[in-house]
């Protein structure tokens, strides 16, 4: 049983290039999300979904696109990557949208130069 | 202000001690996550909480809706439970997909 499973675990960017972090859960989970993780800032949420076909926005989305065309993948796409976005990149899922425990990704650390 | 505050910020403390970390929020919820992270970076979930108390081996969290308040404590406590503990609230309704952290609670258990 995998899990979450978040790929790369690092990456390096130029400004303006764009990129692809994926996400995979393999527990038939309804709710999968997105985070960044700032020194000071905690973790904030990007964008979550609570099904295939539906997303939304969390509390910092500018920047970052997602997507949910089946229940198992969650990619979250940099289209034109900043120095503002290197951070460290969480991916959770949970089996519900409320009431249960939340499985997270061993991140990517992703650093835009 | 912050919507979840954790208190203390970091804490140092004896093999052996028990230990408190508190959570206070300003919203509604529906649920009340406890996270640990380690210091590899991992994040692994506690407890997840509506209402009452559990526990789960030296761990006990409990909430009180009204006090909007949730506390973490750890029985003795032990070198392995180094890391940072990350409280994160779940709203109702049309915010229940939101899931707002707190900045975590650095915890340090010395031999």
């Known amino acids: 049983n995998a899990g979450v499973t978040q790929t790369p675990k690092f990456q390096v960017l130029k400004t303006g290039q764009s990129m692809t972090l994926q996400c995979a859960q393999d527990m038939n989970h309804e709710y999968m999300s997105w985070y960044r993780q700032d020194p000071g800032m905690g973790l904030r949420l990007i964008h979550y979904s609570v099904g295939a076909g539906i997303t939304d926005q969390g509390e910092v989305p500018n920047g970052y696109n997602v997507s949910r065309s089946t229940t198992e993948d969650f990619p979250l796409r940099l289209l034109s990557a900043a120095p503002s976005q290197t951070s460290v990149y969480f991916c959770?899922?949970?089996?519900?949208?409320?009431?249960?425990?939340?499985?997270f990704g061993n991140g990517t650390r992703l650093t835009v130069t | 202000k912050n919507e979840v505050e954790q208190s203390p910020q970091n804490l140092t403390a004896q093999e052996g001690e028990f230990i408190t970390i508190n959570c206070s929020y300003s919203?509604?919820?529906?649920?009340l996550h406890w996270l640990q992270q380690h210091p590899g970076g991992g994040i692994v979930s506690l407890f997840m909480l509506s209402s009452g108390k559990k526990k789960h081996g030296r761990l006990i969290a409990t909430i009180n809706i009204q006090e909007k308040h949730s506390s973490l404590h750890i029985t003795a406590s032990h070198p392995r439970d180094s890391a940072v503990y990350i409280c994160a609230v779940r709203g109702y309704g049309g915010s229940q997909g939101n899931l707002i952290f707190g900045k975590g609670t650095k915890l340090s258990v010395k031999p």
């Open positions: 959770a899922s949970s089996r519900t949208v409320t009431n249960s425990p939340l499985h």
């Open positions: 919203v509604g919820i529906s649920a």
